[in-house]
């Protein structure tokens, strides 16, 4: 069996996203650099150690077994074959299981179907079999409830979202039929409000001039000090403060509110092409198994808490509790979720 991906596609994996983790540790505002830090690697670490969870868009190259049937790779859709050259449409095949391996997840054999065509083997020359069609393990898309706040251009680098708390860094966004990969915040949209009384360096809720256009989740920003949006209603917005390590101060009345809205993003990854896309477009993701995101975020928060004692593994003191992060990668756990997507023939 051969995997010829296309050298070219950008193959980008995260399970869990920087808000996920953020709220585990007790929403510190962690920094979006956190993702390629400790988020992918994590991500990368359980892709190599169990599968790969994000769909990819790709053609694989399979040597043929002169059976009916043909063992595969995690297949998740399938759109043509090529089988000793000649090319064929996903209609004249059998995906197998029926059922797929499980809920959400893919077929590992495939076969010609008889009432189709006369075709009844694999050609068995090496590298004889072409597919194309969706990889992985998993392939679960649900809406974010934001869409597109503005056009997207073909060769943008950044989207605007109507609601910045629905979306975050480490998200796999599929935007119509184009997936992009969020890395991280651009600037601010500035000024969407104001403040509409002073704000003292602790106070955590802000009366403003109006709270339609900030949604709970935002990052907000009054002069240089960061805020999140816990809650609104008319009038007032409920924050955290100092958020993401910025100092809390004071604020005049009448002083702007930016609200961090716009995020970088890579276009075009996982083998899909990249298209313009128009103002109101949903924005959807790709979600993983649970299991998979609670074990991801456990992992990076390790690897987070060892690089925080200087990779000593240990903090605190005798006075006040010694806290030790020996081991970012919980073997006992990882086996127990490997084993709900064993696949014998690919181990």
Known sequence: MVFVPNDSAKIRQAYCTLAEMDADLGDLGLRPDILTRFILPASQYLQREIGQFIPTLEMRIIAGNSRAELVIPPLLSLITVKNDESLLPASVFILLPATRMWANGPYVRISLDPEVTSGAYWVPEKNAVEIS???GLWEQVAR???TLTSNQAIDAETLEASDAGKVSPGMTLLIESEVQFVTGFGDPVAAVTALAATLDNQGETLTVASSANIFPG???RVDFE?????DKKVGKLNVARGW????????????DIDVYKVFAVERSVNGTAAA???ATTAL??????EDINYLTRQIATLMLKKAQTGYAGRSGNSETGETFYNYEFPRDVIARVKANY??????
Request: aromatic share 8%.
């Open 133 to 135: 069609g969706t990889w």
């Open 144 to 146: 974010t409830g934001a």
């Open 218 to 220: 935002e990052i907000i």
């Open 226 to 230: 960061q805020m999140k949006v816990l």
């Open 244 to 255: 993401a390590g910025s100092t809390k101060t004071g604020h005049s009345s009448s002083a």
């Open 276 to 278: 313009a896309h128009v």
């Open 284 to 289: 959807r993701r790709y979600s993983v198994p």
């Open 342 to 347: 064993y696949i014998p023939h690919t181990r």
